[in-house]
């Protein structure tokens, strides 16, 4: 059975970036059978896999990769298990095309999530903006109630039947102001 660790005993060195793609993995030593894995996550170290059956942790394996368009084969070692399906799998050997690969597959990562974030924070910028223009013409608005209650001779826009006739009945500029009252009903 498999050993299980907490999450930070695999925990790669180097950046890691979450991805989509699939991998093949044969333990070794291999008796011919290969399990199909999806790529979690991928580091220039080692990459996360869900596996749907677990591998011995410390375990030698064959990987082959497959993220976007690009390929790789490398010889890991399963440095831990989560949850019985996921493993994280560090890099011990890799030839010298797969490093290439794996490096500039990291790069195009790193700008693509890099791109991610600033989309993000213009995002949250532009959200937050609009929630301060938001504000103050609420405000603005708040404000110029406030003026046209506050002044005697200020008549607010009649809303009702019975404002009009406030107005009609001789209460003019020179009757003393009353507060505008707005029947609301919550229930009907």
Avoid at 152 to 166: I, K, L, N, W, Y
Wanted: with cysteine; net charge neutral.
């Amino acid at each position: 059975m498999a050993e299980k660790t907490n999450g930070d005993d695999f925990r790669p060195r180097n950046p890691r970036f979450s991805c989509g793609g699939l991998a093949k993995i044969s333990v070794l030593p291999s008796n011919g059978i290969f399990l199909s894995a999806k790529i979690l996550n991928l580091s220039l170290g080692g990459c996360c896999v869900d596996i749907p059956e677990p591998i011995e942790c410390g375990a030698r394996a064959e990987i082959v990769v497959h993220v976007n368009s690009a390929s790789f084969r490398a010889v890991g070692e399963v440095k831990g298990i989560r949850a019985n399906s996921e493993a994280g799998i560090e890099f011990v050997y890799l030839s010298r095309g797969g490093k290439d690969l794996l490096a500039d597959l990291i790069a195009e990562l790193a700008r693509l999530q890099a791109f991610i974030n600033h989309l993000k924070t213009v995002r949250r910028e532009t959200e937050a903006e609009a929630f301060h223009k938001h504000l103050e013409s609420g405000k603005l608005l708040a404000a110029m109630w406030s003026e046209r209650l506050r002044s005697p001779g200020a008549q607010a826009p009649a809303e009702s039947p019975e404002t009009d006739q406030a107005t009609s009945d001789g209460g003019g500029p020179d009757k003393e102001a009353q507060p505008l009252v707005i029947p609301v009903r919550l229930f009907r």
